[in-house]
């Protein structure tokens, strides 16, 4: 499976953008997540939905601000970003995987398919 980030880019505090990681195959049976990575920090979890059930996670950090969701018949994955914020600057990645186990999800080591990441960049 490939997988391809976009929609990443500059907006300002407050603002919004949409991410969207177009997969190569089917990917109804992957866990998908998006992550995101800040100058000189380590690679952080962003969101996370399940499966068929759909079933959602956020970091606190995103969590009221951010909405992941995916359409299985378009192999894709969305990431819905309101209220955006100078510390939500990074490099976003969205990964997936089909053996991972629930528990593990959020933990980006347990991901085996990464797409190339987008920049996103909030200032004023």
């Known amino acids: 499976v490939q997988l391809q980030a976009s929609g990443g880019g500059f907006v300002q505090p407050g603002g919004s953008l949409r991410l969207s990681c177009a997969a190569s195959?089917?990917?109804?049976?992957?866990?998908m997540a998006w992550f995101r990575q800040a100058p000189g920090k380590e690679r952080e979890f962003v969101a996370v939905i399940k499966r068929s059930s759909y079933t959602t996670d956020y970091a606190d950090s995103v969590k009221g601000r951010f909405t992941i969701s995916r359409d299985n018949a378009k192999n894709t994955m969305y990431l819905q970003m309101n209220s955006l914020r100078p510390e939500d600057t990074a490099v976003y990645y969205c990964?997936?995987?089909?053996?991972?186990?629930?528990?593990?999800?959020?933990?980006?080591?347990?991901?085996?398919?990464w797409g190339q990441g987008t920049q996103v960049t909030v200032s004023s």
């Open positions: 990964a997936a995987d089909n053996t991972i186990i629930h528990s593990s999800r959020f933990g980006a080591e347990h991901y085996d398919y």
């Open positions: 195959g089917r990917v109804s049976n992957y866990y």
